[in-house]
């Protein structure tokens, strides 16, 4: 039987994580009092929204920046990598990892690079960071995701569609806060999810982003990786899911043989919305905030398209010190001031004039 482990030669793992989100709230009950006259429900309780002076690339500078803190005094010019995966750059032709990489300090000499596979992108880019330091080619690569994502007024992804980001800076496994186990990709083309060139909005498959879709690939990148790897559901504290609302990851943790518990930590749609290329690293942020040495921890990402990325993490001693180094995801979360359909029209200008 084929192995299908990736794993580097060399061991990898996170020096240093960092999330940020938005202040702005909407609730989905406001949604649905605009457009529906509070008829249809809410597939979750409220999402972030960025402010008018916030886009992709602040929001990856400021979860960056927390990376970084964590990671304590590194230098700087050992980042060769800096990546940012999102569906919501805000240039159609100028790189937003560029823009990144000058903030925080990093380069010249470094490779920048943005990455796009829907929701999963910020795992694409973890995913050839680790490649990066695995290879022996850089010491340190950044892997960022971050979206302000977009919805369609009206259509049910405004009511999920939120703003936030999470940032990586995988290393040494020697000087990492968690290493990284062993990954795992699976992907198809199931067009579920997509939006052409010149359309400002995404169209989506309706209930086909269910079943074909979203629990097909996380369930065979998860299967197949604990398969890989000699685990159970039973060897993880913590598993992180894709969250385009709260009912799918809650699903597919049942159907893989998790608990409720396993998932709770890193489970935030609920408060911030689909965070999109950011939504599962994001979570993964979350769980970090308070996990302890020798816990592990499964993530598994998905973008529409298809497909999904899947890490077994194994948390170390270092985790302790660092945690506090950088704002925590739930402070953040907490940090809300919550705002009405006409304020999100306008922060997010779906009002167009002319």
């Not at 992709?56 to 995966?85: F, Q």
């Not at 608990?259 to 290329?277: F, H, M, R, S, W």
């Not at 996990?291 to 985790?319: H, K, N, Q």
Request: aromatic share 10%; with cysteine; charged share 20%.
């Amino acid at each position: 039987m084929t192995n299908r482990l990736l794993k580097p030669r060399q061991e990898v793992g996170i020096v240093g994580y960092g999330a940020y989100v938005p202040r702005f709230r909407l609730l989905a009950a406001e949604v649905d009092r605009v457009w529906t006259d509070g008829q249809a429900g809410t597939p979750i309780r409220e999402k972030a929204v960025a402010g008018i002076d916030e886009d992709t690339v602040t929001i990856s500078i400021e979860a960056a920046r927390n990376a970084l803190a964590r990671a304590g005094a590194i230098d700087l010019a050992e980042i060769r990598a800096v990546w940012v995966g999102s569906e919501s750059h805000p240039y159609a032709v100028k790189p937003t990892s560029t823009i990144v990489m000058e903030a925080i300090g990093a380069g010249p000499y470094a490779q920048a690079g943005d990455w796009e596979f829907a929701c999963k992108a910020g795992t694409e880019a973890f995913q050839a960071a680790i490649g990066f330091v695995g290879s022996g080619m850089a010491r340190y690569a950044l892997a960022v995701g971050s979206d302000t994502a977009q919805g369609r007024p009206g259509d049910a992804l405004e009511y999920t569609a939120g703003s936030g980001g999470a940032a990586y800076l995988l290393g040494p496994a020697d000087e990492a806060l968690a290493v990284i186990e062993g990954s795992l990709s699976f992907a198809t083309d199931t067009p579920d999810f997509w939006r052409r060139a010149y359309q400002h909005y995404p169209s989506h498959g309706g209930r086909f982003t269910g079943e074909p879709a979203y629990f097909r690939h996380i369930t065979a990148a998860a299967t197949e990786l604990m398969a890989a790897m000699g685990t159970t559901p039973a060897d993880y504290a913590y598993a992180v899911f894709h969250q385009p609302n709260v009912k799918f990851p809650q699903t597919v943790a049942r159907q893989l043989g998790f608990k409720p518990e396993q998932i709770e930590t890193g489970l935030l749609a609920d408060v911030i919305g689909n965070t999109y290329a950011a939504a599962s690293l994001i979570g993964l942020t979350a769980v970090l905030d308070q996990a302890r040495p020798g816990e592990r921890i499964l993530l598994v990402s998905f973008g529409s398209g298809a497909g999904s990325d899947a890490f077994s993490l194994r948390v170390t001693s270092a985790i302790v010190e660092r945690q506090g180094r950088a704002p925590r995801t739930r402070d953040y979360i907490a940090r809300r001031t919550e705002i009405d359909y006409a304020l999100y029209t306008r922060y997010r200008r779906k009002l167009l004039v002319e």
